[in-house]
T-cell receptor, first 112, second 115 residues
Framework: DAKTTQPPSMDCAEGRAANLPCNHS???????VYWYRQIHSQGPQYIIH???NNETNEMASLIITEDRKSSTLILPHATLRDTAVYYC?????????????FGSGTRLSIRP | ETGVTQTPRHLVMGMTNKKSLKCEQH?????MYWYKQSAKKPLELMFV???????ENNSVPSRFSPECPNSSHLFLHLHTLQPEDSALYLC??????????????FGSGTQLSVL
């Protein structure tokens, strides 16, 4: 499985854009990049995913570099409710099942 | 509300007890998962079920016994647990198990404490 590397923590001012980086330099051609977040003591919540092209939905934007070795999750106008641990994951299918393996993530703190 | 419901929300048990965690999904999905999250550790994948058949068992000790009677329900039966098994147990579901383009939907988890 490809491995991802994220900074352990970041902070951002409320109302500003939060840009969360992720390195996945060993990603292969069929592996999607997924982002989830986990608010304290709750289950992870899906945010967005992509393969090659940049993606946008109502929650966030995902920018994937052309070589696919890194990506950035953008929360355009961060609010206090966006304080959470953000996980960048690559997903691969093997002979048994498609696995989502979580790393340590980035703890994002939004300051008022 | 994600469509995945876990009960109980909190559970305290002794090492000699037998208990079960329940997960129910209302999304019409065919794959269900158990994850374990210990304090200050990443989520660990425990089991994967696809169409009620177990397709993944990540070297989990036999004191954890999963059961998937149908595609909407998943159980985790617990017996003779150890204090180090105290953790947040999370259930998730997805449309299918073997696809690269699938989202996981998680429940809120069961916070388990083993005394």
């Amino acid at each position: 499985d490809a491995k991802t590397t994220q900074p352990p923590s970041m902070d951002c001012a409320e109302g500003r854009a939060a840009n969360l980086p992720c390195n996945h330099s060993t990603i292969s051609g069929n592996e999607y990049v997924y982002w989830y977040r986990q608010i304290h003591s709750q289950g992870p919540q899906y945010i967005i995913h992509g393969l090659k092209n940049n993606e946008t939905n109502e929650m966030a934007s995902l920018i994937i570099t052309e070589d696919r070795k890194s990506s950035t999750l953008i929360l355009p106008h961060a609010t206090l409710r966006d304080t959470a641990v953000y996980y960048c994951i690559v997903r691969v299918v093997d002979s048994s099942a498609s696995k989502i393996i979580f790393g340590s993530g980035t703890r994002l703190s939004i300051r008022p | 509300e994600t469509g995945v419901t876990q009960t109980p929300r909190h559970l305290v048990m002794g090492m000699t007890n037998k208990k079960s965690l329940k997960c129910e999904q209302h999304l019409g999905h065919n794959a269900m998962y158990w994850y374990k999250q210990s304090a200050k550790k990443p989520l660990e994948l425990m089991f994967v079920y696809s169409l009620e058949e177990r397709v993944e068992n990540n070297s989990v000790p036999s004191r954890f016994s999963p059961e998937c009677p149908n595609s909407s329900h998943l159980f985790l039966h617990l017996h003779t647990l150890q204090p180090e098994d105290s953790a947040l147990y999370l259930c998730a579901s997805s449309q299918v198990a073997r696809a690269t383009n699938e989202k996981l939907f998680f429940g809120s988890g069961t916070q388990l404490s083993v005394l």
